[in-house]
């Protein structure tokens, strides 16, 4: 994925800025976290007959001032009400296994938003295996309308030169640590 | 102690002699859940028995160890408005807004659906002149067997040396598994710092010898805290020697260390309102369905002691339960907390 270099002073932090409108979006396939590699006995057996990773595809598109790597997800919003979940984007970056989103030999970096809590920078070791990191690295900000989410996660460039993966949780569904679907392929920024 | 060194802080309630005041309630809530995101969180609670508690309707949540399977039984999360409660009131303007006799204090949230720690108080059930209802405080039952431990993925929970089970909140992510599995339902969520969080035992007390809040402010001398495994104490005396005191639930598998002595009942009252001797106002079964079978036996025995000090004798079990010296209902915390020096 190309990652398109933008002026010092476009706003790529508002996903609704026009800055975006010169950066080409690519539509990404998304697919469960296997049920399997679910990190605990309670979630793999909660789950066994309950679909997850509901969002099919995202549209994904990166840029740098060169000073963030600015990424940004659009998704269909599930419209279902959920008072206790909130939808949530991950931009997953490093050099892993993607579909489980890491392992314990080989941790990602996830760059969280969710909804009403704001960005996280999070280690992720597995699905749901997340310690917290520096959380000044990583900032977001999302907005729904029109049946979709948009939402820009950032943080430092100099993750510009390696792999990207995305990971949408679908809060109605009550999708949330490792219940998460997450794009099958890695995307290499270049 | 166990072959591994760990032990086993417990509680046993006397159901018989709880009153119902919600002292326990109160002092935990003071001490630890003040700060923000917590205004509905009550990690000790007393309900009205029969009744839906809370969260509402927590017996029909799920959650716990599946007894066919030996594995996890996926259960509901309890949700706000299920936990109910933390409401602000009016009190401007009841106390100032020149309203005298006409505004009153009611809770800032709509009237329907409006439920709260201790919603269903004194309801009960059955049919007067034969109702009936007895007061049950819960906490974390601290469980041998913690499905919210094995149920977190970040690894947020531990069982500590001591049988405390306790939550690192800087590790919990607010993912709420642990509220699924509890059988108990006793696991609140944080909506503001995003963090689920339960009854730590009081363990900054109980590491300097002082008993948890809800043991050492009951009025009532109910509530008794020990190692469960320390013969001779009152805590294990009531479990493990006397059998008298009984889990809640067991059946859920997790192994909890809150126990109960169940309560004795009135006698029902005939149409006549003559005495039936031979039928306990609270149906047994309901009890069973509490504190399984043993419960049958527990009463039986609860009984016999009765009956052998009406006689003129003596019962050890008794005394034990009538609490004479109130510090024995303390197990090894006695230490008074005013007598702690803070260190920080």
């Known amino acids: ?190 | 102690m166990t072959a591994n060194g760990t032990r086993q802080i417990a509680w046993v309630y006397d159901l018989n002699k709880c009153i119902g005041c919600q002292t326990c309630s109160v002092a935990c809530k003071v001490l630890w859940t003040r700060d923000e995101g917590e205004k509905h969180e009550w990690w000790c609670s007393v309900n009205t028995m029969p009744g839906l508690g809370t969260p509402k309707g927590w017996e029909e949540m799920g959650g716990g160890i599946d007894p066919k399977t030996g594995k996890a039984r996926p259960g509901h999360q309890p949700t706000r408005g299920e936990f109910g409660g933390g409401f602000d009131y009016n009190y401007y303007e009841v106390f100032y807004g020149g309203t005298a006799g006409k505004a009153h204090l009611e809770p800032q949230a709509p009237r329907e659906g409006r439920w709260a720690m201790n919603w269903d108080e004194d309801q009960g059930a059955g049919e007067w002149p034969n109702s009936y209802f007895f007061y049950m405080p819960r906490i974390c039952n601290h469980c041998t067997n913690p499905v919210c431990l094995e149920a977190c993925p970040t690894g947020a929970l531990a069982k500590r040396d001591d049988g405390l089970v306790l939550r690192d909140e800087d590790v919990c992510m607010g993912d709420r598994f642990c509220m699924e599995a509890c059988p108990y339902k006793k696991i609140y969520f944080n909506y503001e710092r995003h963090v689920a969080q339960h009854c730590i035992g009081c363990f900054p007390r109980v590491e300097a010898g002082v008993a948890p809040a809800c043991v050492r402010q009951c009025p009532g001398r109910a509530v008794f805290v020990g190692f469960l495994d320390e013969e001779g104490t009152p805590v294990n005396n009531l479990v493990k020697k006397w059998k008298i005191a009984l889990p809640l639930h067991a059946e859920a598998g997790t192994g909890p260390n809150v126990f109960y002595v169940p309560p004795l009942s009135p006698h029902r009252l005939n149409d006549d309102f003559s005495i039936d001797y031979q039928t306990p106002r609270i149906p047994p079964e309901y009890l069973e369905s509490l504190f399984g079978p043993e419960v049958h036996t527990a009463l039986a025995t609860l009984s016999s002691e009765m009956e052998k000090v009406r006689g003129g004798g003596s019962s050890e079990m008794l005394k034990t339960l009538i609490a004479y010296k109130w510090q024995e209902l303390l197990g090894p915390f006695t230490v008074d907390p005013a007598d702690i020096v803070p260190t920080v």
């Open chain 1, 1 to 190: 994925m190309k990652v398109a270099t933008v002026n010092a002073g476009a706003d790529l932090a508002d996903p609704a800025s026009q800055a975006w409108n010169g950066v080409t979006a690519e539509a990404v396939a998304l697919a469960p976290v296997p049920l399997a590699a679910q990190p605990t006995e309670y979630i793999r057996e909660a789950w066994a007959n309950r679909a997850y990773g509901k969002t099919a595809e995202a549209r994904v598109a990166a840029a740098t001032d060169g000073k963030k790597l600015y990424v940004r997800v659009e998704w269909a919003d599930d419209p279902a009400p959920n008072a206790e979940f909130q939808d949530a984007v991950g931009a997953v970056l490093g050099d892993g296994p993607l579909d489980t989103l890491g392992s314990a030999a080989s941790p990602l970096a996830l760059w969280y938003w969710e909804n009403g809590r704001g960005a996280l920078n999070l280690v992720s070791k597995g699905p749901g295996v997340v310690t917290k990191a520096d959380a000044s690295a990583v900032s977001g900000t999302g907005a729904s309308g029109g049946g979709k989410w948009a939402v820009v996660i950032s943080g430092p460039a100099s993750a510009s030169k390696g792999k990207l993966g995305v990971a949408v949780w679908n809060g109605s569904n009550e999708e949330r640590a490792g219940l998460a679907a997450v794009s099958r392929n890695w995307l290499p920024l270049e």
